[in-house]
């Protein structure tokens, strides 16, 4: 009984933070606000021991390692494992369209969209967003935006990040109208990039900085002129 007065607490302040944070939306236009206060779930998964081929052996559930963590849309693994590793272990389910962020290695800071459900492993921060607070895609990009700034928040030998590291990053938030408007215009710029994955490299890589720098000017909200 006593769980679930929590959990009506515990809905009732989110309820109460999303009508303050909607009403600074309105009379400012955007709030700088934290990943963690509009994320609906956070986690990270598991390597299932490597020795024990009862966890790999057959495998059909995807496994999501940080090397495919590039800046993309997930919509198929390149590793697998059983259920019984997701039942002995904690590489456990996420839904599908989670902002992922890798925390260690080459790929630290860089991040992805699952576009299926899946398990990672422990290397990948899993971001659940709250719907009602903002759109994943449009979280997505700015995180994509914020590449270098965590970067700047890598530490140890490893250059490695953490949870709280990267949940504390600050995100411009405007309604969710203009954030639909956002991602419908930058889904169009990504969209004719990748079109000209066949055209001349100097063309790609102009059309890119191209893409980048719009990108930054519209998360930024800044007016955009030629």
Known sequence: MRCNR?????DRQT??????????QFVYGSVKISLKNISKHCSSGSTPKKGNSAY????????LRTQDVRFNEIYEATAFITELAVK????KWIPENCVIVAISGASAGRCAINKIPLTTNQHCLNIEIDPNMALYKYVFYC???QYEELLSRKEGARGDLNASRILSLEIPL???????RIVGILDRFD???NDLSSGLPAEIEARQKQYEYYRDRLLNF???TK
Request: with cysteine; aromatic share 4%.
């Open 56 to 63: 790999y052996k057959g495998g059909t559930i995807p496994w």
């Open 6 to 10: 929590q959990d009506n607490r515990s």
């Open 88 to 91: 002995e272990t904690s590489a």
């Open 15 to 24: 309820d109460r933070q999303t009508s303050i944070i909607k009403l600074i």
């Open 174 to 180: 405007p309604s969710l109208k203009e954030q639909e």
């Open 143 to 145: 995180v994509c935006s």
């Open 191 to 193: 969209a004719l990039c």
């Open 222 to 224: 800044e007016p955009i």
